[in-house]
């Protein structure tokens, strides 16, 4: 099968500089890799074909040759007289470390970079809970208590996983560095070790009420403060009530994240509640005072004569306090006229009769629309 050109190969124009082949040639030779593709044949020929094809346009010589004679300029049997010609390629994976920079480039790119000493101790994992509250006491602030089942330290080790009175040791299977080497095919590759787990170390005599994790699972209660003003998606943070670090580290933290139950009349907006209050025709018409609710119990408020459906009233600071403590929000009162229905025929008649002693001055809003809308209706 013919070769490709080695500038395909590598995606690049024949007008590339070297740091765009090299740039090339780190991308696909990572993705090609045999140790990301394991048993691929395919992506095997192809991590041997950038090798070629990067040795080849990365030394100015070579790049020269081949963009003169192409591939014949490899070709053992046209070296004789070949002006400077040179034919014959290195290992792909010695060009692939050379290229990255030796050995570091397992831990750069197959995950073992910025490994932590497994034998010091390591801080506890964070816990999430989830946790529901009426609409009041978001608004109002209140205290709770919770339940939580979780990996707290072995009162009898104290965390550290042995007997009390034994010691631990340094891991006789990788010496106290926490890996393992392993070879695969031409490369080798470090792996957590079996035996210590990563510590380093291993217990002559493991605490019996832990097995020498150090670490036991416990039902803890709990109790938490939650200011007003919170709302669907706040997060309180309980510090050291996460689980418990491993070699003595310290805990972890609890995370709260709560969410809201919604209310039967009132409807938030930040800061300011919406509360929808029906009031009759006759109300509306008239005037009246109407008593509204609020969060903190009742209150009354002038509705003047003629008020429109949809009309909104605001009672300053009758809203949600805010979190940060700058004050409380607004309540805003939204009026909605509510039309009668089952009339009797009494009812029916005085209406009836309220409609015929009524002129256009009655309802401008009305009169306005039709004035509007009559070139449409002709």
Known sequence: MAKRDYYEVLGVEREADVEEIKKSYRKLAVKFHPDKNPGDKTAEEKFKELGEAYEALSDPQKRAAYDRYGHAAFDPRMRSGGGGRSGGFHDPADIFREVFGGSSIFEDLFGGGGRSDPTQPQRGADLRYDMEITFEEAANGCEKEITVTKNDRCDVCHGSGAEPGS????????????????SRGIFSIAQTCPRCEGAGRVLEKPCKTCHGSGRREVTSKIKLRIPAGVDTGSRLRSSGNGEAGLRGGPQGDLY?????????IFQRDGDDLICDVPVSFVQA?????????????????????????????RLKGKGIKNVQGFGAGDLHVRVHVEVPTHLNAAQKAKLQEFAESCDETVNPITQSFFEKAKNLFS
Do not use: D, N
């Open 256 to 264: 709260v994240v709560l969410h809201v139950k919604p209310h039967e």
């Open 285 to 313: 018409a008239l005037g009246a005072e109407i008593e509204v609710p609020t969060l903190s119990g009742k209150t009354s408020i002038k509705m003047p004569a003629g008020t429109q459906p949809g009309t909104t009233f």
């Open 167 to 182: 010691k631990s040791r340094t891991c006789p299977t990788c010496g106290g560095r926490g890996q393992v080497i392993s």
